[in-house]
Nanobody, 119 residues
Framework: QVRLVESGGGSVQPGGSLRLSCAAS????????MGWYRQAPGEQRELVAT???????NYAGSVKGRFTISGDRAKNTVYLQMNSLKPEDTAVYYC?????????????WGQGTQVTVSS
């Protein structure tokens, strides 16, 4: 089985910064790409940013220029650097990985980490 574990969430004032991490662990798996999604109360889960194994990135318009996604392939880890945070960034942030395990490609999700932006 493959497991994703997120860390780095917390509370911050508007204009502050946080860095999220997501590490994939397991045996005999490979990753095609990873990404971050978020879900605010009463809202649908939405894409924040994704990164491919080749390093290509994609961002939601609402975070472009403020958030940066990066990855460490050797550690099977993806990061999300969040700067200039706004109250509307408050949500549970989830990591997703497209993983090949047992010969099958599937999407795996982390348990989520809370980010709260408030004065």
């Amino acid at each position: 089985q493959v497991r994703l574990v997120e860390s780095g969430g917390g509370s911050v004032q508007p204009g502050g910064s946080l860095r999220l991490s997501c590490a994939a662990s397991g045996r005999r798996f490979s990753i095609n790409g990873m990404g971050w999604y978020r879900q605010a109360p009463g809202e649908q889960r939405e894409l924040v940013a994704t990164i491919t194994t080749a390093g290509s990135t994609n961002y939601a318009g609402s975070v472009k220029g403020r958030f940066t996604i990066s990855g460490d392939r050797a550690k099977n880890t993806v990061y999300l650097q969040m700067n200039s945070l706004k109250p509307e960034d408050t949500a549970v942030y989830y990591c997703k990985a497209n993983v090949r395990y047992g010969g099958i490609w599937s999407d795996y999700w982390g348990q989520g980490t809370q980010v709260t932006v408030s004065s």
